[in-house]
Structure formats: structure tokens, C-alpha cells
């Protein structure tokens, strides 16, 4: 496989899985390390949560949360 063909594999799943299984496995690996995670790992990540921006006041900021109705004046 050429160059060019190794990194859009590398690069693109829909790619990557139209390669046949020998195609596929004579891929070398990608030079960044693991491209895709396994389920168990990303269950496992934080973030995608809620988090609020808290101002010098210590409050929670009222233009990214209005909802908490922050009367703070500086």
C-alpha cells in the first residue's frame, strides 16, 4: 500500500474498513499510538459533564449560566 493510502486508512474509519482483512493487517501502526479507544476506556473518561465558569467572585459566571441569576457587581 502506498503512502498516501496508509495515512487516509489511518485517517478514515469508512477507509479503513472497506480495506480488505489482509489489507488491514498489513497496515503498520499509526505513529501517534492507539488511533481508537476500546468502550471500557471511555467509559471510564470525565468530561462531557457540567462545569461552570467561576469569576474571581467565586460565583458562577451569568453569562455562560444565566440560569443561576448571578447579581454580582464588581
Not at 499509526?30 to 479507544?37: C, K, N, R, S, Y
Request: a negative charge; hydrophobic letters at 40%; glycine letters at 8%.
Amino acid at each position: 500500500m502506498n503512502t498516501v493510502n496508509t495515512i487516509r486508512a489511518w485517517k478514515d474509519a469508512d477507509y479503513r474498513a472497506s480495506l480488505s482483512a489482509a489489507e488491514r493487517a498489513a497496515l503498520p501502526e499509526h505513529p501517534a499510538g492507539l488511533v481508537e479507544l476500546p468502550e471500557a476506556a471511555l467509559a471510564e473518561v470525565g468530561g462531557a459533564g457540567l462545569s461552570y465558569f467561576t469569576g474571581t467572585c467565586g460565583r458562577v459566571c451569568q453569562i455562560l449560566t444565566p440560569q443561576y441569576n448571578c447579581n454580582y457587581k464588581a
